[in-house]
């Protein structure tokens, strides 16, 4: 008689998680549910991507184009057919030109975990952020891509012991900030005469993909202490161009003349290949010619200091000028040099540096104007300058709100600001 309460006791206990286990389990359905996504998610977690196309089932076969490889050489080896290379030859040229694919890019096969092992996708980087996918599954198609671009705004301050952009390598910093700075900074500083105790500090962006730098994006602010005066470069939109001021509102840029030349025309402009008038041979014409008549003065575009007047066989008379650490321009076949014009002398914008003439390897009364960026010919007719003109009083108040704003920003960063 003792053991009928324990049986019915244990009766009780099954019946209740049996109960449990059908009504309790199953009454709610939100609770597989919610398992079931949560598994998916952990998949999810645990599959690797690369240019968005999941790692599960491909095999990845990476490369680099070789010097005169083209698309077929890479293709062919992994079972892609004469046809399938012909569907490609047929894609937009806009998205990937399959004949100007380029040697030294990265490109990546996925070739599927199966038997037959074809190739799925075809990835090719076209450069650092952008890329195709030539899909293989079903019909050949194309897709243009890019891969995320992280923008970071970096805080950096120095002092030089040696060259600028030396003093970036020390710091850890991209050396390509020193060329932005040179280019901002061009009118007020001589980056070549630079002196170890100089000073800068600067708020800038730089863009990054697959954690690698791919440069420099904008400049912030900048300040640059040199030969004991203190240069500052604050960025302000004016007439719808975004430029660099200083404390006072004024242009950190001098403008250009337009041309050396006040009263001619152009008989031969900027060229790779043109058949020279004396030579007959085609070569680089990396200058812009103007016919005047012979006398002519001819006027420097910009503040400088001569560094060359001299004659040469092709050039005849010719006067170069450093504008400064960035530019330089070279003024040939003139008749004579302008009074006082000797290598040093400083000459301001408009200056007569020589006059028109017909000397060298010339047929006629012409000025050939050459145009140099960083010791690179450049077409004279093609160089762009922000505008020259302070700060407009209707923005001024404006000016000042971000000036202010940049100068603080400035003087918070470790290091001594004049």
């Known amino acids: 008689m003792k053991k009928i309460p324990f049986i019915i006791g244990a009766a009780v206990v099954l019946i209740s998680v049996f109960a449990w286990l059908m009504f309790g389990w199953s009454s709610d359905p939100s609770t597989i549910e919610d398992m079931e996504i949560a598994d998916h998610e952990n998949m999810e977690k645990h599959i690797e991507y690369i240019y968005e196309i999941p790692l599960d089932s491909f095999e990845v076969i990476k490369g680099i184009v070789g010097r005169n490889q083209m698309l077929g050489n890479i293709l062919t080896p992994h079972g892609v ?20 694919i380029k040697a030294g890019n990265k490109y990546a096969l996925f070739i599927e975990k199966d038997s037959l092992q074809n190739v799925a996708y075809f990835v090719y980087e076209k450069d650092l952020v952008n890329y ?16 995320p671009v992280i923008v970071r705004t970096e805080e950096v301050s120095g002092e030089i012991h040696s060259s600028l952009w030396e003093s970036f390598m020390d710091i850890n910093v991209n050396p390509f ?39 420099i994006s904008t400049i912030h602010a900048a300040w640059f202490f040199h030969s ?13 161009v975004r430029s660099y001021f200083d404390e006072e509102g004024n242009s950190l840029r001098k403008a250009f003349l337009k041309a050396p030349l006040r009263f001619s025309r152009i008989s031969s402009g900027f ?8 030579l007959k041979i085609r070569r680089p014409h990396h200058g812009v010619d103007y016919v005047a008549p012979l006398g002519t003065p001819v006027h420097a575009i910009g503040d400088g200091q001569v560094f060359a007047r001299a004659y040469q ?21 003139l008749s004579r040099f302008g009074k006082g014009i000797a290598v040093g002398t400083y000459v301001k914008q408009g200056d007569i540096i020589g006059y028109v003439g017909s000397t060298g390897l010339s047929t006629g009364a012409h000025l050939d104007f050459r145009f140099y960026k960083n010791g690179q010919a450049i077409n004279p007719l093609k160089v762009k300058a922000p505008p020259v003109e302070p700060v407009h009083d209707t923005l001024r108040v404006d000016y000042e709100l971000v000036m202010n704003s940049m100068m ?9 600001v004049e």
Do not use: C
């Open 81 to 100: 057919t004469n046809r399938q290379l012909y569907d490609i030859s047929n894609l937009p040229s806009e998205t990937l030109n399959v004949r100007r």
């Open 132 to 147: 195709a996918v030539i899909h293989f599954e079903d019909s050949i198609h194309v897709e243009q891509k890019a891969k």
């Open 177 to 215: 900030l020193a060329v932005e700075l040179s280019e901002i900074f061009a009118w007020s500083i001589d980056f070549f005469g630079v002196q170890e105790g100089d000073r800068f500090k600067v708020i800038y962006d730089e863009s990054y993909v697959d954690s690698n730098s791919i440069g």
């Open 228 to 240: 004991g005066h203190e240069f500052w470069a604050i960025p302000f939109v004016q007439d719808s």
């Open 271 to 278: 060229s790779n290949s043109r058949m020279h008038p004396i």
């Open 313 to 333: 066989r092709g050039g005849g008379n010719y006067v170069k000028i450093k504008h400064n650490s960035v530019y330089s321009t070279t003024y040939m076949h």
């Open 408 to 416: 603080n920003a400035l003087k918070k960063i470790p290091g001594i």
